[in-house]
């Protein structure tokens, strides 16, 4: 144990040592000791094995993005205007709300062990109202349903979110970024079938390429401020863009790459 603290501040120190004159690095991996106890208040369960949170495991907190009222009512018309001039990015945009798990937990994030939810990308300046990795995004249930938050801002903070996995997609495998190009068809339920279809031929081509890019992922501040950017064009502008200046802004902000 005297080995593991002392490890344990060593590491704490280098951080310290290595963050000192920058404010770039905004990206951290939530690093806790398991233990074997409950968290107090109804909170995170961060021993082994199934994890849970208020007596329910987490996997009971999913939340089906599309079947939402914020994404319905605010989100998806965004959607499919942007879809009239670029649908290459609508579909992304699709492709990260119905296909990444989506769960909404009634805790602070910070109490989610690190077993559970892996590295982790918070904007912080949303008050860690989510975060997410490369398969999930975790809301904070709380502050989302707080009487404070209206429902264009949940709808907001759901828009900042599928951005921010867009963004996310340049770590992606080509799995992945295959099942991205076709998403726009799970959007209505008579293309169902013709989706599944486009899926599995995703899944014959690039099956054996479904590995994650390896190494460190950075996000900078520049890129956290140009998810904000994007978020606040397409939500004042309700989704109405140019796709010649739209590819000019990915292609300069280094976002994303067709």
């Known amino acids: 144990m005297n080995t593991l603290k002392t490890l344990f501040i060593f590491l704490i120190l280098s951080s310290l040592i290595a963050c000192q004159g920058t404010e770039k690095e905004t990206i951290r991996e939530v690093i806790r000791e398991q233990g074997n106890q409950n968290e107090a208040q109804g909170g995170a369960d961060t021993g082994g094995g199934g994890n849970g949170v208020n ?31 670029h649908p290459r990015f609508a579909s992304d945009m699709v492709h990260i709300a119905i296909n990444r798990k989506w769960y909404f937990v009634p805790v602070d994030l910070n109490k989610l062990p690190a077993h559970a939810i892996g590295v982790s ?38 828009l900042h979110e599928i ?7 340049a770590y992606k495998n080509s799995l992945d970024n295959c099942y991205s190009e076709v998403a726009y068809l799970g959007i209505k339920e008579e293309d169902a079938g013709k989706h ?4 599995d031929k995703c899944a014959q081509t690039y099956g ?27 939500w004042s502008n309700q989704g109405q863009v140019s796709k010649v200046q739209l590819d000019a802004w990915l292609n300069a902000n280094d976002f994303r790459k067709y």
């Open 196 to 199: 599944r279809q486009q899926r």
């Open 55 to 85: 007596g329910k495991p987490l996997e009971a907190y999913a939340v089906n993005m599309k079947s939402t009222g914020s994404f319905k009512q605010l989100v998806l018309p965004i959607i499919l205007k942007v879809q009239e001039a």
């Open 163 to 169: 951005l921010m996995g867009i963004r996310l997609m």
């Open 208 to 234: 054996l390429s479904n590995r994650d890019r390896s190494g460190g992922i950075k996000l900078s501040k520049e890129d956290y401020d140009a998810i904000r950017d994007l978020g606040s064009e397409l």
């Open 121 to 158: 990308f918070g904007d912080k300046d949303l008050q860690q109202m989510a975060l997410q990795n490369l398969s999930a995004v975790w809301v904070d249930s709380k502050l989302f349903n707080a009487k404070e938050m209206s429902e264009e801002n949940r709808a907001q903070l759901v």
